[in-house]
C-alpha cells in the first residue's frame, strides 16, 4: 500500500511536459551561444588575416619600388639626389615594416617564413647604405638588390600562404555554421519529441494514477471507497466472528443527468462531493460509503438501537433540510432516492444485501423517485419480473414479436372515423402470452430500449395508413411517442423521413405526447416539439387530466388535440365530473384545441361525453383495438349517427342510441 501512494507522487503529480522542455530550451539557446561564439573567434582571425594581407600587398609594391630605385642608384651612385631617394624609400619600408611587425602578432603569422630575416637584412643594409652618405657603397648596393630580389618573391610567397589559410578558414566556417544550424535543427527536432513524449508521459501518468487509486479502493473524484473499496470493507466485515446488524443502503441522486447536462460536469462533481461529504460526515463513522459509479453511492452503516426505523428517520430529515450546493449560477439541493436492506436479517452476504436495497431503490423509481423504501422480499420477487421483461424485450425488438393494433377515433356528431390510433403489442415468443404495453413500455423508458420500440411503431404505423390508402382509404393515424424519443435532436427528422418513405402528408400524423414531456428540464424537448408542429404534424396532449400540466406549458405546447382521460367519466359524482368536463372543453377551446373522451365503455359513458359538449371519442363502445388491416371495413360499417335518433356499431354488437 505505501508503494500505492508513493508511486502517484513519483510518477504522476510532480511529471510535467514543461520540464523537459525547459531542459530542451537551455540546450538550444546554449548551442546558439556557442555558434555565435565560435563565429566570433573565427571571424577576428580572418579580419586580421585579410588586413594583413592587404598591408603585404602594399609592402609588395614598395619593394618592388626599391628594388627600382636600387637599381637606378647602381648606375648614378655618386647622385646626392639618388642618396636622398633611397633613404626616402628606406624610411617608408621602415614603417611598413613596424605595422606588419605590430600584425604578425596575430595568429596567422608563420614565423617559418623567409620573409621576415630577409626584410630584415634589407633593412639593416639600407640603414648602412643611407649612413655612410654619398657616394653610395656599390658592393652593399649590389648586395642589396639581390636581398630585395628574393624579398620580392619572399613576399608574394608569404602573401599567398596567409590568403591560403584565408580560404581554408572561411571554407571551416562555413561547414562550421552549417553543421552547427543541423544541430539546431537537431534540437528543435528533438525538443518536439521529447514535449509530446513528455505530454504523453503526463497523461499516461495521470491514467496511471487514477488505475493506481482504483487498485487503492478509493473514488478520485469524491475521495470515498470505490467498489473495490466497499467489497474490501464487506470482506473484512464477513470475516469477523459477530458482526452487528447493518443497513445497507443504495443511493441515486435524482435528476442529476439533467443538472449535470444544464449546468455542466464541473458543477456535477460538485454535486457529488458534497453528496460524498454529506453522506460519510451521516454513517461514515459507524460504516462505510462507496461510490458505486456516476450519482450512485453505496452505504452500510451500524444499525443502533432504533434499527432501520432510525436510519429512515436520519434519511427522511435530509429530504426536509438538503444539502445543497452553491455551483455559482444557482443553488442546487441535493434530491436522493434511496432504498434499504438489512444485513444479514435481509440476505446473508452482504453482496445480497446490496442487490435487496437495489431491488427497493428501483420501487422508489417506479413510485416516482425522491423517497426512501425498505426492502421486502415481495420487491425481489417484481425485479426479477422486471428483469425478466427487459431481458425478453430486446430479443422481442430482435425477433420481430411487436406488433400494432389500431382503435377508431369517432366522430359520433358526424358518423365518421377520424383517426386510429396505433397501440404497440408484444406477443411473447416464449410464453405465447400478449403482454400489455402497460408492462413494457415503463421497462423500455428505464433500459433506453424505448427509442429503437417508438420508431418501430412509427414505421409500422405510417406503413398500416399507407396500405389503407392503397385500399381507398385516407385516414389519420395516432401514434403515441414517449417523452425520452422528445430527448432526442433527429426526432422531427425521422418523423418527416417516415411520412416521405410512406408517401404521407404530415396532417395524416398525429403525435400523442403525454403531459410528462412537458416536464423535461431539457431544451432538447421544446426544440423537439416546435419542429414537429413546423413539419405540420398534428399534435395530440394525450393522458390530460391525470399529470401535472399547468396553463403555460399548455399555451406553450398549442396542441391540436386533447385527450381527456376516462378518469373524467368515472370518479366522483357526476355533477362535479359534469362541471369538470365542461371546463376542461373551455379550456381546450380557448386553447384552440379539439376535444377527445378517451375509454368510453358504455351508452352512459357517451351520453354524458356528449352532453359537456364533446364529440369525439375513443373507447371499447365502438371498438376494441385491432388489427390495421381490420380498419378499413370497420370505417365502412361505421353507421352515421343523427342526434337524437342514431347509432354505431360496437364491438358488442349492440346499437346504441344516441340520446338520452
Ligand atoms: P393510451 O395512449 O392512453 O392508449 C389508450 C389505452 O386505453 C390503450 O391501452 C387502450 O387499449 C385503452 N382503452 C381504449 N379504450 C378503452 C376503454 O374503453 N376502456 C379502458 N379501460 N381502456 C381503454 P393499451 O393499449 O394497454 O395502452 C396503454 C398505454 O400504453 C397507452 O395509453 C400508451 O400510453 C401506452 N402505449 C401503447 N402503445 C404505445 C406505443 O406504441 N408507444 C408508446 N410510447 N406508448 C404506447
Ligand atoms: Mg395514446
Ligand atoms: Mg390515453
Known amino acids: 500500500m505505501p508503494v500505492v501512494r508513493r508511486l502517484p507522487r513519483a510518477f504522476g503529480d510532480r511529471s510535467s511536459p514543461f520540464l523537459g522542455t525547459l531542459i530542451l530550451f537551455a540546450g538550444l539557446i546554449a548551442t546558439l551561444v556557442a555558434i555565435w561564439g565560435a563565429g566570433s573567434i573565427k571571424r577576428g582571425e580572418i579580419d586580421l588575416g585579410q588586413y594583413m594581407v592587404r598591408h603585404l600587398r602594399y609592402t609588395y609594391a614598395e619593394i618592388v619600388a626599391l628594388d627600382g630605385l636600387l637599381a637606378a642608384a647602381s648606375m648614378a651612385p655618386t647622385d646626392p639626389r639618388t642618396e636622398r631617394l633611397v633613404a626616402d624609400a628606406a624610411d617608408r619600408f621602415h614603417v611598413r615594416l613596424e605595422m606588419l611587425t605590430a600584425l604578425s602578432r596575430g595568429p596567422m603569422v608563420d614565423e617559418g617564413t623567409a620573409f621576415a630575416p630577409l626584410a630584415c637584412d634589407l633593412m639593416?643594409?639600407?640603414?648602412?647604405?643611407?649612413?655612410?652618405?654619398?657616394p653610395l657603397d656599390e658592393a652593399l648596393l649590389a648586395d642589396l638588390r639581390g636581398i630585395s630580389a628574393d624579398l620580392v618573391r619572399a613576399t608574394n610567397d608569404y602573401t599567398r600562404g596567409i590568403e591560403a589559410e584565408i580560404d581554408e578558414a572561411l571554407r571551416l566556417q562555413a561547414a562550421e555554421t552549417s553543421s552547427a544550424w543541423l544541430g539546431v535543427v537537431g534540437s528543435v527536432l528533438m525538443l518536439l519529441v521529447l514535449s509530446m513524449l513528455s505530454i504523453g508521459l503526463f497523461s499516461r501518468n495521470r491514467s496511471i494514477v487514477s488505475q493506481?487509486?482504483?487498485?487503492?479502493?478509493?473514488?478520485?473524484?469524491?475521495?470515498?471507497?470505490?467498489?473495490?473499496?466497499?467489497?474490501e470493507w464487506a470482506h473484512g466485515m464477513s470475516q469477523a466472528s459477530s458482526a452487528p446488524a447493518h443497513a445497507v443502503m443504495v443511493f441515486d441522486l435524482d435528476r442529476f443527468k439533467a443538472v449535470n447536462d444544464r449546468l455542466g460536469h464541473p458543477a456535477g462533481d460538485a454535486i457529488l462531493k458534497a453528496a460524498a461529504a454529506w453522506?460519510?460526515?451521516?454513517?461514515?463513522?459507524?460504516?462505510?460509503?462507496?461510490?458505486?459509479?456516476?450519482?450512485?453511492?453505496?452505504?452500510?452503516?451500524?444499525?443502533g438501537r432504533g434499527g432501520v426505523a432510525d436510519?429512515?428517520?436520519?434519511?427522511?430529515?435530509?429530504?426536509?433540510?438538503?444539502?445543497?450546493?452553491d455551483v455559482g449560477a444557482e443553488v442546487v439541493p441535493i434530491a436522493f432516492s434511496c432504498g434499504v436492506a438489512v444485513w444479514p436479517a435481509d440476505a446473508p452476504t452482504i453482496e445480497e444485501a446490496i442487490t435487496c436495497a437495489d431491488a427497493a431503490l428501483y420501487a422508489v423509481k417506479e413510485a416516482g423517485r425522491g423517497s426512501t423504501m425498505v426492502f421486502t422480499p415481495g420487491l425481489m420477487t417484481k425485479r426479477r419480473h422486471v428483469e425478466a421483461l427487459r431481458d425478453g424485450l430486446a430479443r422481442a425488438l430482435d425477433e420481430h414479436e411487436l406488433f400494432l393494433e389500431f382503435q377508431p377515433q369517432v366522430d359520433v356528431l358526424r358518423g365518421t372515423v377520424v383517426a386510429a390510433e396505433a397501440l404497440v403489442r408484444w406477443r411473447c415468443g416464449r410464453t405465447g402470452r400478449i403482454v400489455p404495453p402497460g408492462e413494457f413500455i415503463a421497462i423500455a423508458e428505464q433500459s433506453g430500449q424505448i427509442a429503437t420500440l417508438d420508431r418501430f411503431v412509427l414505421?409500422?404505423?405510417?406503413?398500416?395508413a399507407a396500405r389503407w390508402r392503397e385500399a381507398g382509404l385516407r385516414l389519420r393515424v395516432a401514434v403515441n411517442v414517449s417523452p425520452h424519443s422528445f430527448r432526442s435532436s433527429v426526432l422531427a427528422r425521422e418523423v418527416a423521413g417516415t411520412l416521405a418513405r410512406w408517401g404521407l402528408a404530415p396532417e395524416d400524423l398525429e403525435i400523442e405526447i403525454t403531459e410528462g414531456v412537458l416536464l423535461a428540464e431539457c431544451d432538447q424537448v421544446g426544440e423537439s416539439l416546435a419542429a414537429l408542429s413546423a413539419l405540420g404534424v398534428r399534435l395530440a396532449l394525450d393522458d390530460f387530466g391525470t399529470g401535472y400540466s399547468n396553463i403555460a406549458y399548455l399555451v406553450r405546447l398549442e396542441p391540436d388535440l386533447l385527450k381527456i382521460d376516462r378518469s373524467f367519466l368515472v370518479e366522483g359524482d357526476r355533477e362535479t365530473r359534469a362541471s369538470v368536463?365542461?371546463?376542461?372543453?373551455?379550456?381546450?377551446?380557448?386553447?384552440?384545441?379539439?376535444?377527445?373522451?378517451?375509454?368510453?365503455e358504455t351508452r352512459e359513458q357517451l351520453r354524458f361525453a356528449m352532453a359537456a359538449g364533446c364529440s369525439l371519442a375513443q373507447g371499447f363502445h365502438f371498438?376494441?383495438?385491432?388489427?390495421g388491416d381490420a380498419i378499413p371495413g370497420f370505417c365502412r360499417d361505421f353507421a352515421r349517427p343523427v342526434r337524437g335518433e342514431g347509432t354505431c356499431p360496437t364491438t358488442d354488437a349492440a346499437p346504441v342510441a344516441l340520446a338520452s
Open 279 to 303: 453522506l460519510r460526515e451521516e454513517f461514515g463513522a459507524d460504516g462505510v460509503v462507496a461510490r458505486w459509479g456516476g450519482d450512485e453511492f453505496v452505504v452500510a452503516t451500524r444499525i
Open 311 to 325: 436510519v429512515c428517520a436520519r434519511l427522511d430529515a435530509r429530504r426536509v433540510r438538503p444539502v445543497t450546493v
Open 623 to 627: 371498438a376494441r383495438p385491432m388489427a
Open 581 to 600: 368536463l365542461q371546463g376542461v372543453l373551455r379550456l381546450a377551446e380557448a386553447l384552440g384545441a379539439e376535444t377527445l373522451v378517451e375509454g368510453i
Open 212 to 231: 493506481l487509486q482504483t487498485a487503492s479502493g478509493r473514488d478520485s473524484l469524491t475521495g470515498t471507497a470505490n467498489r473495490r473499496g466497499f467489497t
Open 459 to 464: 414505421e409500422e404505423a405510417c406503413a398500416t
Open 124 to 134: 639593416d643594409g639600407l640603414d648602412r647604405l643611407v649612413g655612410a652618405g654619398a
